[in-house]
């Protein structure tokens, strides 16, 4: 969890995903570059003395050991993995926030966000961005994700991030596996209202994810969380 000094440095970031339907999360391109340009990988081999696994997709770190197509999509998308997805796949929500009682559409896909209010004073949103390739480490995701949150708010450091899990797979509360995000919490102090904003930008892919929550207190964002974590799965690329 961050600090206690730094409990006021997210609400730049929260500001920003939650209560600015126009805005985008983009960054420039550098001069002369082309988007989501990236350099040309190898790859991987089959190990020495046995028969390789199905290959993976083309644009995958060579220094990986090869993985089928299910291993990738079917179990945990760790940081350590994200390598395995390559440019041009696409890794989107399956969005389950509106299909029973609790939580009322504030906005839908505008602008690649869609947000919601449960009536008790708590925010969520959803949101995938378009193309980072400013922003990303290749072959790093970690790396890439703690640059979009100091993109967002260079106040926030990789120590004030914890790793959190959410579903992976195509369906919310049947997903079989799961998928680390960076995480920054900020307790509720005063007016201020308590957030947790969730954040992966794929180095591959080179675009991002974003889920973030905001609630009067801290014992309500707890709930809050969990009940959009039962709700909402991160879908793999398709086959």
């Not at 420039?28 to 199905?54: E, F």
Request: hydrophobic share 40%; proline share 12%.
């Amino acid at each position: 969890m961050a600090t206690a000094g730094s409990a006021r440095l997210g609400l730049p970031v929260l500001a920003l995903l939650l209560t600015l339907p126009a805005c985008t999360i983009e960054v420039p391109l550098p001069p002369g570059s082309a988007p989501g340009s990236a350099p040309a990988t190898v790859p991987a081999s089959a190990p020495p003395g046995g028969a390789a696994p199905a290959p993976s997709p083309s644009g995958v770190d060579p220094g990986l050991p090869p993985l089928t197509r299910a291993q990738i999509t079917g179990e945990d998308m760790t940081f350590a993995r994200g390598s395995y997805l390559a440019q041009g796949e696409s890794v989107a929500f399956a969005d389950g926030m509106t299909r029973s009682d609790g939580w009322t559409p504030r906005r839908m896909m505008v602008n690649g966000e869609s947000a919601y209010e449960d009536g008790l004073g708590c925010l969520a949103s959803l949101r995938h961005t378009g193309v980072q390739g400013p922003l990303v480490v290749d072959g790093d995701d970690r790396a890439s994700t703690e640059a979009l949150f100091a993109f967002l708010d260079p106040s926030i450091l990789p120590e004030y991030l914890v790793t959190t899990t959410w579903p992976w797979g195509g369906s919310p509360g049947e997903s079989p596996a799961g998928i680390e995000f960076l995480t920054y919490l900020q307790p509720a102090a005063g007016s201020a209202p308590a957030s947790a904003v969730s954040l992966r930008l794929f180095s591959g892919p080179r675009t991002g994810l974003a889920i973030t929550v905001s609630c009067p207190s801290d014992d309500q964002l707890a709930a809050a969380v969990a009940d959009v974590r039962s709700r909402v799965s991160v879908v793999p690329p398709r086959s």
